[in-house]
């Protein structure tokens, strides 16, 4: 049978109370005295009560006097002691840091549900009751956002973009004689045409796929010496 958990509160009731305060003295005492007795420690209990004059201690007043001396030499030397105030004063500011902290945390999440609600709306909508810290919390959100946005988009155009293949030269294809007083542009090898140029090469393309049904022959792109046609 598991033993019920105790509630830390002041018993009401008078009879109660001493009652337990009597058996957890002893059980106190006791545990004091094992501490020391099996560790090999010094340890010592001072224990006041509203039912004697006398204060109940183990392991004798001259044992407490020597380890009080011990504790009060050592505190002297040692920083991470602390009084009842300082370490108060100590959770005080953590907690206030750690709420500052919520309260920042859920300002980021209201300002991103805004967000998003404005951008389904496809209008900003701004509240009566947002204040100057909601308006700079908002921006702060769009920038992080935007920020994550560009990285990925980086991110995906270096993932998706081709390796580097080195780029094949096409030989130089002769092409038919340009019309009577055009001279087209000379490459220095006897051709008329780069291949490696895609508008004169589109222009080829289509000159052979008229497969000799038009006689007409197509400026070469890139000209202005040309007449339009």
Known sequence: MSRRKVQLTLIANN??????????KKSLLK???EISTLCGVEACTIVYGPYGPEADVWISKSGVQNVVERFRNTCEHN???ATQESFLSERIAKGREKMKKHVRSNQEKEMTMFMFQCLKNGRVELHNNMTTDDLNVLSSVIENKLRDINIRMETVNVTEMPPNQPQ?????????????GITPPNH????YMN???????????ELLNDNGEDETIKPSFGDPN????
Do not use: Y
């Open 226 to 229: 040309l007449p339009p046609l």
């Open 31 to 33: 545990k004091t005295e």
């Open 79 to 81: 920083k991470k002691m």
């Open 195 to 205: 291949a490696n140029d895609p508008l004169q090469s589109q222009w080829f393309m």
């Open 168 to 180: 094949m030269e096409l030989p130089a294809l002769p092409v038919a004689a340009a019309p009577e």
């Open 188 to 191: 220095g090898d006897g051709t």
């Open 15 to 24: 009879s109660d109370r001493k009652a337990s305060f009597i058996k957890r």
